[in-house]
């Protein structure tokens, strides 16, 4: 028997309704962008949505059918790279080093730590190459700690 496939006809931001205790839909960091996604939440229930255009799944947004909320959305935590400059020429080296890649970067600004996802011969580079400033540690990536999302806000702010 198959279940029934619920289609989530709005999407609201964190906050901007009332929070029950709902299931979880989890999706992996590099799924926000994904235009159309079947998921199914952690009691079970099979969603279907879609992504509207210029948006993106955030955490904590809620999936809604007929007005009703029917799960809040959770991005799992992931094996991440830690790096922890000391000043920021050392940052920068960090971040040339990453440039050709083409890895996405990721900072917490409130530990002062940049975050990437873990790919095994890069982490044993940067290994090699800044020693116990790089750390493996579970993770959640998400997009509004890109740094390429920071630095386009820093200049819209600046602008001002």
């Known amino acids: 028997m198959q279940a029934e496939l619920v289609y989530i006809d709005a999407v609201l931001p964190h906050g901007a309704f009332a929070q029950d205790t709902v299931s979880l839909l989890q999706l992996e960091w590099f799924e926000v962008n994904k235009k159309r996604l079947t998921r199914a939440t952690t009691t079970g229930q ?10 993106e799944w955030c955490s904590g947004d809620g999936l809604f059918h007929e007005g009703k909320l029917i799960a809040t959305i959770a991005i799992k935590p992931t094996l991440t790279i830690c790096f922890n400059p000391v000043n920021t020429v050392q940052a920068a080296d960090f971040s040339y080093y990453l440039g050709n890649r083409h890895l996405p970067l990721f900072m917490e600004t409130d530990r002062a730590m940049y975050r990437v996802p873990y790919d095994g011969r890069l982490y044993e580079q940067l290994l090699a190459k800044f020693q116990s400033q790089v750390q493996l540690e579970d993770g959640i990536l998400l997009s509004e700690n890109l740094v390429k999302r920071l630095i386009k806000k820093l200049r819209n702010e600046n602008e001002l």
């Open 46 to 55: 099979t969603l279907l949505m879609e992504l509207e255009k210029g948006r």
